[in-house]
């Protein structure tokens, strides 16, 4: 369980094929979490385990993609030199500045349009089956960011997030560039209700 507030930025340092998929090292410089093997870490919203001891990897972090991670989230197409949104998981002493957010990522959305005059707005178009697990005001998780939906339309299949300067500063959303995909985690709850209404509402 994660909170969607990141703590560190990491660089990926390799992407290497792998019987399991690929093996992620990615180096998270003068960040003050020191991860022990098997622990979850978030890696833009993408819940991983750490694989291997850092120090064994000149103290990179390493993590095995099973092909499911690597086909439905970005990180299948992940680079070397990339930077990525890292959180470890939330403890019963973690400030929940966020919501709740389980790392698992529901689809990859595309950046329809990003518009900075006044407020810093960005517009996404998800995969049509999850529009219906937003709400406005509602909360939805990108690239791991815990962020509150400024604006939709289910009919268009978009929604709207806007960033305030402090997220600009302490993530990668203020690089995004129209075309980007993006990893979406629906909130919970949301699809908690909509699973029990569809499925047993009319009982």
Wanted: with cysteine; proline share 5%; glycine share 12%.
């Amino acid at each position: 369980m994660f909170t969607g507030l990141i703590e560190h930025l990491g660089v990926v340092e390799s992407v290497q094929p792998s019987s399991a998929g690929a093996r992620l090292l990615i180096r998270a410089s003068r960040w003050p979490h020191t991860p022990t093997v098997g622990e979850s870490i978030a890696v833009d919203g993408c819940c991983l385990t750490l694989a291997a001891d850092p120090a064994a990897q000149g103290g990179a972090f390493a993590f095995d993609v099973i092909p499911e991670s690597l086909a439905k989230t970005t990180l299948g197409g992940v680079l070397a030199g990339a930077g990525v949104h890292l959180e470890p998981s939330a403890t019963l002493a973690t400030l929940l500045g966020g919501h709740l957010v389980q790392g698992h990522v529901d689809g990859v959305g595309r950046v329809l349009r990003i518009d900075t005059t006044g407020q810093w707005r960005v517009r996404i178009a998800p995969p049509t089956e999850l529009m219906a697990y937003f709400a406005p005001k509602g909360s939805v998780c990108v690239q791991g960011v815990s962020l509150t939906i400024a604006d939709l339309s289910p009919k268009e299949g978009w929604f709207e997030i806007a960033l305030i300067p402090t997220t600009l500063d302490k993530t990668t959303l203020g690089g995004l560039r129209v075309g980007d995909g993006v990893n979406i985690e629906c909130d919970a709850i949301a699809k908690t209700v909509v699973h029990y209404l569809r499925h047993f509402g009319s009982r």
